[in-house]
């Protein structure tokens, strides 16, 4: 018996240079299944638009395969849309636990949004490489002037439906991101955000975006797992204050789900998560 590699059905990959970031990134593209239908094709594949949603995925090596194959099955029903799937993440050594270890610190350095010198010692020591942390500016640079701009140029991607979706530090930067440039993502699918990284930067972030700005143009869906709470650990509380404050700012144009999924700790909670936050940024 042979044997080749599994692929997602009807994806590529692609290796970009960031100028912002100096780093190389591994992109995964998934089109939809009907991207290619002719007029007139029988369902599911029917009604075909001109121009996709496009739904950018953070921590790409590990949730790629997961948001595209939550997005297909839940466009056959007809309530939502299928759209291109953007993985961002970073090469991938053939031994697994390796490229496990590579991507796992490679995101400390573009997911964080200031340096953080006891944590990049504490991850150093863990996985016996540099990982260095805080460079959330560039990496978001390279995602608007770099990423974006080439996936809107070489397919059929619809600039007013871009998502973006994260999960822990990729959260994180989400919430970077939503006050660095609040109208780049129509919606963003925000998991379990990391909120006490840089003593709580992003509260800071968004007292000081508050003083300046009444719009907020975005739709958020911000959830986290019951079980992510303890002595050493207070995401669940970071996460529904978040929510209070945004709230509580009235900003013209947001619009904010909140969502506690039960018996759900910090890992098991993306998969629930992604698929009711997709569900909210793709309904017809």
């Known amino acids: 018996m042979t044997t080749k590699p599994a692929t997602v059905l009807n994806s590529e990959i692609h290796m970009m240079d960031s100028q912002h970031t100096g780093r190389t990134y591994r992109i995964t ?55 291109i799937v953007v993985g961002i993440g970073y090469a991938e050594s053939e031994n697994p636990m390796e490229a496990f270890r590579e991507s796992f610190t490679r995101r400390d350095h573009d997911l964080t949004p200031l340096r953080d010198a006891e944590v990049e010692k504490s991850m150093e020591q863990a996985h016996k490489r540099p990982s260095p942390n805080g460079d959330a500016g560039n990496f978001h640079k390279f995602i608007r002037d770099e990423l974006i701009p080439f996936i809107e140029r070489d397919y059929r991607a619809d600039p007013a439906k871009r998502i973006l979706v994260g999960h822990s530090y990729g959260g994180l930067f989400a919430l970077f991101g939503l006050f660095e440039t609040p109208d ?16 709580r930067f992003i509260f800071q972030q968004e007292e000081a975006f508050a003083k300046g700005h009444r719009k907020l143009p975005a739709k958020v869906y911000l959830f986290v797992g019951e079980l992510e709470e303890s002595l050493n650990d207070q995401t669940v509380t970071d996460t529904l204050r978040l929510a209070v404050i945004l709230q509580g700012r009235n900003y013209e144009g947001l619009s904010l789900v909140k969502h506690v999924f039960p018996d759900q700790n910090h890992c098991e909670v993306a998969a629930p998560g992604f698929q009711a936050g997709l569900k909210f940024a793709l309904r017809k």
């Open 29 to 83: 593209i998934a089109l939809p299944l009907g991207y290619y239908a002719p007029l007139g094709t029988d369902w599911p594949f029917h009604d075909m638009p001109a121009k996709w949603p496009v739904v950018y995925v953070l921590d790409g090596n590990w949730y790629f395969g997961m948001v595209t194959d939550v997005i297909r099955p839940m466009a056959w029903c007809g309530s939502t849309t299928d759209a």
């Open 184 to 199: 780049l993502f129509e919606t963003l699918v925000i998991g379990s955000p990391t909120l006490s990284y840089g003593n």
